[in-house]
């Protein structure tokens, strides 16, 4: 009987562990004996998924980056020794980003087969990327990528497939229960780790620029490390800010416009869940001009792509959308379209694909 056993470093509420969480309930579903392994101690998309088999190792996340590096080499041997008790040879090892590498080195001395899910490229520094991307290409058996941009960025090996994040069907249904209406004063939607390279100071600035609308970020960080960032800032009052939300629907149904503001010259997005999740609540997108995330908005048909430096453009281009009904109701319907091409179906379909052709 074929088993996989999954791998993800940090069980939280950002894309990667929801994209495993979704593969997780599809094998399990097919019957296919699961387990993951991932760090313990703290709650994720990652948490009391039935039917799995839960692992864990240690791992501790710091803010200090030589302490940080430390544990992350420590872990990475705790974990390939841990594998090497637990694996056989017929078990398929599903890393999840390429962070893992303890587990890769663990399947390739075991000979099992080793698929490597990619969601990241911007690592840095660059010999730490190096590292990792050179033992994916070393070990991997398969590589499934989050979109074309990425694939042909991150080019690894023959034997690579594209497997497109998708919206869980509890999302979709609780998304078709909405019904648009005309909101009094705009709400602009940003939803994203608490990271400079995020666009977070950015999107202030367009708060206090654009005195009008409403601002709202929604941050995968606490209360503490958020008035940690925000200490020293004036946080204008069209600016609301929330920390880590386990139910993201209000927001969407609330809101009038999604953005996604990185900085393409340190942190290109692959894919771009949360605008996914947004346009198919109807909201047109405002994205970088880079990367996965224009695989998802088409630029002037349901949102634009500016690079999150030019606020002035990025202002500009709010204020156009909003202030402009028929603009605003065929971007709207544009996104919604664009959004039931990525369905659960598909990616059913593709993940056990991905697994049964080995």
């Given amino acids: 009987m074929k088993r996989i056993v999954a791998i993800h470093l940090l069980n939280d509420y950002s894309g990667s562990p929801k994209v495993l969480m979704q593969l997780l309930k599809t094998w399990t579903q097919h019957g296919i004996e699961t387990h993951l392994f991932t760090s313990g101690g703290r709650k994720g998309f990652l948490s009391d998924i039935s039917q799995v088999k839960n692992h864990s190792f240690w791992y ?45 080195v663990a399947g390739k001395i075991k000979g099992c087969k080793v698929i490597y899910h990619i969601h990241e490229t911007s690592i840095k520094p660059a010999i730490f990327k190096n590292l990792l991307f050179g033992i994916a290409k070393f070990t991997a058996h398969k590589v499934v990528y989050v979109s074309e941009f990425l694939m042909k960025q991150e080019s690894l090996i023959k034997n690579q497939v594209l497997l497109y994040n998708v919206l869980e069907k509890d999302f979709v249904e609780k998304a078709n229960q909405f019904q648009s209406q005309e909101k009094t004063v705009p709400i602009v939607l940003m939803i994203c780790s608490l990271k400079i390279y995020k666009g977070v100071n950015e999107f202030l600035q367009l708060a206090q620029k654009n005195a009008h609308y409403i601002f709202k970020l929604v941050v995968n960080a606490s209360d503490k490390e958020i008035k940690d960032y925000f200490g020293m800032r004036k946080i204008p009052e069209n600016l609301k800010i929330y920390s880590t939300q386990t139910n993201t629907h209000p927001f969407y149904r609330e809101a009038s416009l999604i953005v996604n503001l990185s900085h393409t010259d340190q942190w290109v997005e692959t894919f771009g869940l949360t605008i996914l999740e947004g346009m198919r609540y109807r909201l047109p997108a405002i994205v970088p001009p880079i990367g996965g995330v224009t695989e998802l908005v088409t630029n002037g048909e349901n949102g634009f792509w500016i690079n999150s430096k030019n606020i002035d453009e990025l202002s500009e281009k709010i204020n156009y959308i909003l202030e402009n009904k028929m603009v605003y109701q065929s971007f709207s319907n544009a996104s919604y379209a664009k959004s039931l091409i990525f369905s659960e179906e598909y990616f059913e379909k593709e993940s056990i694909n991905i697994i049964s052709s080995l």
């Fill in 60 to 104: 501790r996340f710091s803010s200090n980056p030589i302490i940080r590096i430390y544990n992350f080499f420590v872990c990475q041997f705790l974990l390939m020794i841990k594998l090497l008790f637990f694996l056989n040879r017929k078990d398929i090892l599903y890393i999840n980003t390429v962070l893992p590498f303890g587990a890769a």
